[in-house]
Structures are given as structure tokens and as C-alpha cells.
């Protein structure tokens, strides 16, 4: 058996060791790049979700002080609508903390288990929030039909 060169060996392991380092180090980016993404969409889920918790209790306020005859008071449904749009305010905030404390060192699958809580949260306010909508449209209508009507309108 003749003898190895000792640079060819060198150059062998080199060879055999580029393209391993360079795949593992393309790996590690794409991995980087999905987590940032993630983390991304999750902050961008939660200030969705932020918004429609909001714009659900504007709208709630809004009717109740165009249809209570007392709207310093509230009923007990007003009440209870509240404390649920209260509820998911809290939730979401204890989601930002967790974002804020924990998803850096998060998996992969606990990054996607927050992002599809949020959007199952946002899927079920969706039809309240588009009720509410139609239910505001519909007394601006109605509002807008008495001035209407009034004498010397």
C-alpha cells in the first residue's frame, strides 16, 4: 500500500468538511429565519387580536349609550359583555408577557401553538365583531329615519 500524502488528506477532510459546515450553517439561518418570522407573526397576531378586543368594546359601549335610557348604568348583559371583552384583554396580556419572557427560548411548536390560539380567538370575535357592525349600521339607519321623519326636518 503506497504511502498518503499528508496534504492530500488535508485536502480530503477539507473537502468532505465545506460542504457539511456550509449545509448545517444554511440549516441553522433557515431555522433563525423561521423563528423570526414567527415571533413576527405572533406580535402582529396580537396586536390584531388587540385591536378587535377594542373595537369590540367601543362598539358595545356605543350602543349601550344610544340605547339605554339610563348610560351611566349598565345592565347585567352590558355588564357581562364587558367583563368578557375585559377577560380576553387579560388573556392577551398574559400572552404578550409569555412572548415577551419566554418565546426567544421557545420550540418551534410552542411559537405555532400561540399563533393558532390567537387565530382561533380572532375566528370566534369575528361574527361578533361583524354583528356589532351590522347592528350599528342599523341603528345609524334607524337614527338617521327619525330625523327624518321629525316636524321641520
Do not use: F, N, Y
Not at 38 to 65: F, I, N, P, V
Amino acid at each position: 500500500m503506497p504511502p498518503v500524502d499528508a496534504s492530500l488528506t488535508i485536502d480530503l477532510a477539507a473537502a468532505l468538511t465545506l460542504p457539511a459546515a456550509a449545509a448545517l450553517g444554511w440549516s441553522w439561518r433557515h431555522r433563525q429565519g423561521r423563528r423570526s418570522a414567527s415571533l413576527r407573526h405572533l406580535l402582529e397576531l396580537a396586536d390584531r387580536l388587540e385591536t378587535d378586543l377594542k373595537t369590540c368594546r367601543t362598539g358595545l359601549r356605543r350602543a349601550h349609550a344610544v340605547l339605554s335610557p339610563d348610560p351611566d348604568l349598565a345592565t347585567a348583559s352590558e355588564q357581562e359583555a364587558a367583563q368578557a371583552v375585559d377577560a380576553g384583554l387579560r388573556s392577551l396580556l398574559r400572552q404578550r408577557i409569555w412572548i415577551r419572557d419566554r418565546a426567544a427560548a421557545a420550540s418551534q411548536p410552542e411559537l405555532d401553538r400561540a399563533a393558532h390560539s390567537m387565530r382561533r380567538a380572532r375566528e370566534r370575535l369575528r361574527p361578533l365583531l361583524q354583528a356589532l357592525g351590522q347592528a350599528q349600521r342599523d341603528l345609524d339607519s334607524a337614527v338617521r329615519e327619525h330625523i327624518r321623519r321629525e316636524p321641520g326636518a
